[in-house]
């Protein structure tokens, strides 16, 4: 069990559902107030350290209310991705890890600008652009396949798409401390480090969840459908050997299960043609099923 893991046991309750739908209200409810105030935003909510450590720490969560456009057609567009983004990856991973990506992101860019603050004695306000685009990272990592159409025409796979937007990452990075632009604009590098911590956050999750190819869509619907063959068949004399439990994983090679290995890992496999699960020792070992 890894540090996730155990932090969703602990504090998976406390978690969010349908975060986006949530999130996409604010960037809505952010919009209205930048066509009625341009200013408002800048003045009284935006990730500005200095108002935050003078007793504006409202700040901390308000400048998520930042809207990823100005332009009604290209926010509406914008919305609906993100939020497609955004409720496919909550079903794919639980509300608890979806909460802990997308708030982790936030913290990132708390600190970060703190950082930036206490250290350079400039004020660096971090906006909401790269921890969004953040999602597309983790979705991309989770579904690679999933075609988009480009410009509503061309079919493109998230993975490539997910390529773009890594160099669109590392080229804000590199910009954001060249001379000509990170030495004069400060927005530039308030960009570079809003980047690099996106990323970093991305790169910390995917590296404490890099065995999810067990709950990716084709694992869940074989586990899906294992459980239904399980339901429908009556206890046999492993339930009686369990006082009346019924296993919930079983070996297909050695035929152990949960119940009397509890320390054992039990994964399915990606490659067995049918719903065929396999202990740690056996996973990597046994013969495929075609």
Same mark, same amino acid.
């Given at each position: 069990?890894?540090?996730?893991?155990?932090?969703?046991?602990?504090?998976?309750?406390?978690?969010?559902?349908?975060?986006?739908?949530?999130?996409?209200?604010?960037?809505?409810?952010?919009?209205?107030?930048?066509?009625?105030?341009?200013?408002?935003?800048?003045?009284?909510?935006?990730?500005?350290?200095?108002?935050?450590?003078?007793?504006?720490?409202?700040?901390?969560?308000?400048?998520?209310?930042?809207?990823?456009?100005?332009?009604?057609?290209?926010?509406?567009?914008?919305?609906?991705?993100?939020?497609?983004?955004?409720?496919?990856?909550?079903?794919?991973?639980?509300?608890?890890?979806?909460?802990?990506?997308?708030?982790?992101?936030?913290?990132?860019?708390?600190?970060?600008?703190?950082?930036?603050?206490?250290?350079?004695?400039?004020?660096?306000?971090?906006?909401?652009?790269?921890?969004?685009?953040?999602?597309?990272? =983790? &979705? *991309? #990592?989770?579904?690679?396949?999933?075609? +988009?159409?480009? !410009?509503? @025409?061309?079919?493109?796979?998230?993975?490539?798409?997910?390529?773009?937007?890594?160099?669109?990452?590392?080229?804000?990075?590199?910009?954001?401390?060249?001379?000509?632009?990170?030495?004069?604009?400060?927005?530039?590098?308030?960009? =570079? &480090? *809003? #980047?690099?911590?996106?990323?970093?956050? +991305?790169?910390? !999750?995917? @590296?404490?969840?890099?065995?999810?190819?067990?709950?990716?869509?084709?694992?869940?619907?074989?586990?899906?459908?294992?459980?239904?063959?399980?339901?429908?068949?009556?206890?046999?004399?492993?339930?009686?050997?369990?006082?009346?439990?019924?296993?919930?994983?079983?070996?297909?090679?050695?035929?152990?299960?949960?119940?009397?290995?509890?320390?054992?890992?039990?994964?399915?496999?990606?490659?067995?043609?049918?719903?065929?699960?396999?202990?740690?020792?056996?996973?990597?070992?046994?013969?495929?099923?075609?």
């Amino acid at each position: 069990m890894n540090w996730i893991s155990k932090l969703e046991c602990k504090f998976g309750r406390f978690a969010i559902p349908n975060l986006m739908y949530y999130i996409i209200i604010l960037y809505g409810v952010g919009f209205v107030l930048d066509y009625l105030n341009p200013y408002f935003y800048i003045q009284y909510l935006s990730l500005n350290v200095s108002e935050i450590l003078h007793g504006q720490i409202w700040r901390i969560v308000t400048f998520l209310i930042q809207p990823p456009s100005n332009h009604l057609i290209f926010l509406i567009i914008a919305l609906y991705f993100y939020y497609m983004i955004g409720k496919v990856l909550e079903q794919t991973w639980g509300a608890f890890r979806f909460n802990l990506y997308f708030f982790t992101g936030v913290l990132f860019h708390v600190i970060a600008a703190l950082v930036l603050y206490l250290f350079s004695g400039q004020v660096y306000m971090l906006g909401t652009s790269y921890l969004n685009l953040s999602l597309f990272f =983790a &979705f *991309a #990592a989770v579904y690679p396949d999933m075609e +988009f159409l480009l !410009f509503y @025409i061309l079919p493109v796979k998230a993975k490539w798409l997910a390529w773009i937007d890594g160099f669109f990452f590392i080229w804000t990075i590199v910009q954001g401390f060249l001379p000509s632009y990170g030495g004069t604009y400060s927005s530039y590098r308030a960009s =570079a &480090f *809003a #980047a690099a911590v996106s990323i970093l956050n +991305f790169v910390i !999750f995917f @590296i404490s969840t890099r065995n999810y190819a067990r709950i990716s869509p084709v694992q869940q619907k074989r586990r899906r459908e294992f459980k239904r063959q399980m339901k429908s068949r009556p206890q046999n004399h492993y339930a009686a050997q369990q006082d009346g439990r019924v296993p919930k994983h079983r070996c297909a090679v050695c035929g152990r299960t949960d119940l009397d290995h509890p320390e054992l890992e039990f994964r399915y496999c990606s490659k067995c043609n049918g719903n065929y699960e396999y202990c740690q020792e056996h996973l990597f070992t046994h013969e495929h099923v075609k």
